[in-house]
C-alpha cells in the first residue's frame, strides 16, 4: 500500500511541478514586464507555437492572419512570421532586363520582385532553341497553410530562396520543351502551355503551403534565322488570311448575286404564274359560261323539239282519226258500189270517159299503094 500511494505521490507531482513552473515563470515575465510581444503587418501571417506541448499554452500551433499586436510568452511559446503578399520571381538575364523596355507585369502595388534568376531557356522537341526575355512567376503564401510552409520549408524568407526557382524552371522547360518551334511561335500554343505549367505548379506546390497565381510569358525569341522563317511563314499566312478573306467576300458577293437573280427570277415566275392563273380562271368562268349557253340551247331546243313532236304527234294521230274515218267511208263506198254491180261501171264510164270521146277526132287508117319518101314531106 505504501508504494502504490508513493507512486501516486510522484504523479501527482510530476504532472504539477510542469504547470506550476510554467506559472511561475509566467508570472515571473509579467512582474518583471518581460513578457513577450510582435507586431503583425498588413502583408504578414503569423504562426504562434507552443513550445511545451501543455494545452494551457495554446493550441501547438495558430495562424493568425490580422495584424496588430500578438503577445506570448519566451520561452514558452514562439511566433514565426511569413510574407503573404504576392512574390514574383523573375526569370532574365540581367543584361536582356536592362535592356529590355518592358515592365514587370506587376497588377497588385503590394507585390514585390522576391528573386531574380537566370533567364528561362527551352530545347523545342526538333532541337531548336528559344528563350524569353522576363518571364514572371506570380506566387504568394496561402495565409492559412503558413505553418505548413515553416515546417517545410523553413521560417523567414527561406520559402523565396530554395524551392520557386528551381521548380519553376524545371516545369516551364518541360511544358514549353512539347512543341516545336514552329507550335511555340503560336500565341495560343505559348498560352496553353503557360496554363499547364501553371496547374503542375500548383499541383507541386500543394503540400508546401504556396500557391502560383500568374505566370506571365511574353513572345518567345528564337535565333535569327529561326525569326526570320518565322516572319515569313506568318507573312504567309496573313496573305493566306487575306486571299482567304477575299475568297469569302467574293463567295458572299456571289452569293447575293445568286440570291439577287433568284429573287428576280421568281419574282418573274410569281407573275408568269399569276398570269396564267388569271388565264385558266378566265377560261374555266368561259367554259361555265359556254356550258351555261350549251344547256339553255340544249333545253330551248329540247322543249322546241318535244313540242314539236308533240304537236306532229297530235297532227299525226288526228291525220290517223281522219284518215281512218275517210278509209272507212271509202270502204263503205267501195262496198256500196261494190254492191250494185256491172251497172256501176257502165255509169262511171258514161260519166267519165264519153265526156272525153266528145273531143276525139279520127281518121280512117289506109296503107298506101306506094312508099312515101320523107325526104320530100314538107318540102313544097
Request: charged share 30%; hydrophobic share 40%; aromatic share 6%.
Amino acid at each position: 500500500m505504501s508504494d502504490r500511494l508513493a507512486k501516486l505521490r510522484r504523479l501527482v507531482s510530476a504532472r504539477l511541478v510542469l504547470p506550476l513552473l510554467a506559472g511561475v515563470v509566467l508570472l515571473w515575465e509579467l512582474l518583471a514586464g518581460a513578457g513577450g510581444c510582435v507586431e503583425v503587418n498588413p502583408g504578414e501571417v503569423a504562426v504562434k507555437y507552443n513550445n511545451t506541448g501543455v494545452g494551457i499554452f495554446g493550441a501547438e500551433s495558430a495562424t493568425v492572419v490580422d495584424q496588430g499586436i500578438l503577445t506570448f510568452v519566451p520561452g514558452l511559446q514562439s511566433v514565426e512570421k511569413l510574407e503573404r503578399r504576392p512574390q514574383i520571381l523573375v526569370m532574365a538575364d540581367q543584361e536582356r532586363l536592362a535592356q529590355s523596355s518592358r515592365k514587370l507585369s506587376v497588377s497588385d502595388s503590394s507585390a514585390e520582385v522576391s528573386q531574380t534568376v537566370k533567364g528561362l531557356t527551352v530545347r523545342a522537341k526538333d532541337g531548336s532553341n528559344f528563350y524569353f526575355d522576363i518571364l514572371e512567376v506570380h506566387y504568394q503564401v496561402r495565409p492559412r497553410d503558413a505553418d505548413m510552409v515553416i515546417r517545410q520549408l523553413g521560417p523567414g524568407d527561406t520559402f523565396k530562396r530554395t524551392l520557386m526557382a528551381t521548380l519553376a524552371r524545371g516545369v516551364l522547360r518541360d511544358e514549353f520543351g512539347r512543341y516545336s518551334f514552329i507550335e511555340i511561335a503560336d500565341p495560343t500554343t505559348y498560352g496553353t502551355a503557360t496554363s499547364e505549367a501553371r496547374r503542375r505548379l500548383n499541383e507541386t506546390l500543394e503540400p508546401y503551403g504556396i500557391e502560383v497565381t500568374q505566370i506571365v510569358t511574353p513572345k518567345p525569341k528564337f535565333d535569327q534565322r529561326v525569326e526570320q522563317a518565322i516572319e515569313q511563314r506568318q507573312t504567309t499566312e496573313q496573305e493566306i488570311e487575306v486571299q482567304a478573306e477575299k475568297r469569302r467576300k467574293l463567295e458572299q458577293e456571289s452569293g447575293l448575286k445568286v440570291q439577287s437573280v433568284e429573287q428576280e427570277k421568281n419574282a418573274e415566275y410569281q407573275a408568269l404564274l399569276a398570269e396564267l392563273e388569271a388565264k385558266q380562271k378566265g377560261a374555266e368562268n368561259n367554259l361555265i359560261a359556254v356550258k351555261r349557253e350549251a344547256d339553255k340551247y340544249f333545253i330551248e331546243r329540247d322543249a322546241s323539239g318535244n313540242a314539236y313532236r308533240e304537236e306532229k304527234t297530235t297532227r299525226a294521230e288526228a291525220n290517223a282519226v281522219a284518215y281512218k274515218k275517210e278509209a272507212e267511208g271509202l270502204v263503205a263506198k267501195i262496198t256500196a258500189v261494190g254492191a250494185q254491180g256491172p251497172a256501176v261501171l257502165n255509169a262511171v264510164i258514161a260519166e267519165k270517159v264519153m265526156p272525153q270521146l266528145k273531143g276525139v277526132k279520127a281518121t280512117p287508117l289506109s296503107t298506101p299503094s306506094t312508099p312515101i319518101d320523107i325526104r320530100h314531106i314538107g318540102g313544097k
